[in-house]
């Protein structure tokens, strides 16, 4: 199967291998899922799995970009409508905050342990397009505007992307206990998207309320 994402449709099997392998990848991460758990799990076979994909690295780049498509979606429904930089910004932190499959970090670290370069770049691409393209435009309408400033659009779109990723609840698999007691006790639950926008825009610095 192509995985070009303009394919008109994907058979029931073909969609049910994916549906499968986006909640184990996402629940196991990429090596601690196998086929055999993916083909039990999704009541296939192996066979039908292999006609439709070529082997376990050419399905998590698949489900991983049709994760990135759907973000891109609900990405550009969010800001579709907003009047200023602030509140588009505000409606895409919602976005990635809130989305289960907003948390994109676990993805390109599998990507990168696991994926040849070829299939990297692939992912590399795709992000860039659903993920970084749409931050972009925000940034440059801001820019163009005179809302933003000192920083290109790609700056800013990834300095707010990796500002969002600090905040975002986490999806990957969970950690082993004795790193997470080590860990400081921190949760990012009080932070709004208004919030997070708004220590984007203005830093932590106390600003001048005189009027």
Same mark, same amino acid.
């Given at each position: 199967m192509n995985s070009d994402l303009s394919e008109p449709a994907y058979s029931p099997a073909a969609t049910r291998i994916l549906t499968t392998a986006t909640r184990l990848f996402m629940q196991r991460g990429y090596s601690a899922v196998s086929v055999n758990d993916i083909v039990q799990a999704a009541d296939v076979t192996k066979p039908t799995l292999y006609y439709h994909f070529s082997d376990k690295e050419e399905l998590f780049v698949v489900v991983s970009i049709h994760m990135l498509a759907e973000m891109h979606a609900v990405m550009r429904q969010a800001v579709a409508g907003q009047p200023d930089t602030?509140?588009? +910004?505000?409606a895409l932190a919602h976005v990635l905050l809130q989305a289960p499959n907003g948390d994109t970090r676990m993805m390109r670290h599998q990507a990168r342990e696991h994926l040849s370069p070829e299939r990297q770049q692939r992912l590399a691409a795709a992000f860039g397009r659903y993920m970084v393209t749409p931050l972009r435009e925000v940034m440059q309408?801001?820019?163009?505007?005179?809302? +933003?400033?000192?920083?290109?659009?790609?700056?800013?779109?990834f300095l707010f992307l990796g500002l969002m990723e600090g905040f975002q609840r986490q999806t990957a698999p969970d950690r082993e206990p004795d790193i997470a007691a080590a860990e400081p006790s921190f949760s990012t639950d009080r932070f709004s998207a208004e919030t997070v926008v708004d220590l984007f825009l203005h830093g932590t610095a106390a600003r001048n309320r005189a009027s």
């Open positions: 602030r509140q588009r +910004l505000v309408q801001g820019l163009d505007s005179g809302e +933003l400033a000192g920083h290109s659009a790609d700056e800013l779109a």
